[in-house]
Antibody, heavy 119, light 110 residues
């Protein structure tokens, strides 16, 4: 059973950089799956942030391009999210998830981690 | 890239059937059969209910079904139960190698 666990600071100051990590267990980050980040502002809908394949190919949502970087660390079996120049609008629960093999849907999700942007 | 359009809320009595629509464009829903649906209870992570328009993952009740016509996908819940009360989101792959979510629909069981 694949499990994903997000980790990172729960509070980040405006204009700083948000960094989160997703640890994968029960499966290998080197598999042929794509690995995703999503987010959900309090009381609002879900947003797809981007995805990465272990080979390094990434895709990002157009609205965050230029601010977002997703990377993979195969030695630690984890992948990470980096979002720069953050504002209060980036306050959200951030989820990591795995796409099904050769699929276009996320079948395993982390529990989510709340990141609040505030000084 | 605009969000897919879903009704804000849908309600039904126990045992009834309801349908949630998800309207996109010829750049997403209309061109790919890569629409999935997620159920989300408050404070919980989304749960996959339907993938590739109409496929049900193992363990999901057969009361949930999906379909698509043109630029609109639909999720039908038959035999509505109290436990189905939740927020539902559709999501589609797009022609720019990205994904776009629907606006979300709150399902209430009367």
């Amino acid at each position: 059973q694949v499990q994903l666990q997000e980790s990172g600071p729960g509070l980040v100051e405006p204009s700083e950089t948000l960094s989160l990590t997703c640890a994968v267990s029960g499966g290998s980050i080197s598999s042929d799956n794509w690995w995703n980040w999503f987010r959900q502002p309090p009381g609002k809908g879900l947003e797809w942030i981007g995805e990465i394949h272990h080979g390094g190919t990434t895709h990002y949502t157009p609205s965050l391009k230029g601010r977002v970087t997703i990377s993979v660390d195969m030695s630690q079996n984890q992948f990470s999210l980096r979002l720069t120049s953050i504002t209060a609008a980036d306050t959200a629960v951030y989820y990591c998830a795995r796409n099904a093999l050769r699929g276009y849907y996320a079948d395993y999700w982390g529990q989510g981690t709340l990141v609040t942007v505030s000084s | 890239q605009s969000a897919l359009t879903q009704p804000a809320s849908v309600s039904g009595s126990p045992g009834q059937s309801i349908t949630i629509s998800c309207t996109g464009t010829s750049s997403d829903v209309g061109v790919y059969n890569y629409v999935s649906w997620y159920q989300q209870h408050p404070g919980k992570a989304p749960k996959l209910m339907i993938y590739d328009v109409s496929n049900r993952p193992s363990g999901v009740s057969n009361r949930f079904s999906g379909s698509k016509s043109g630029n609109t996908a639909s999720l039908t819940i038959s035999g509505l139960q109290a436990e189905d009360e939740a927020e539902y989101y559709c999501i589609s792959y797009t022609n720019s190698n990205s994904y776009v979510f629907g606006t979300g629909t709150k399902v209430s069981v009367l």
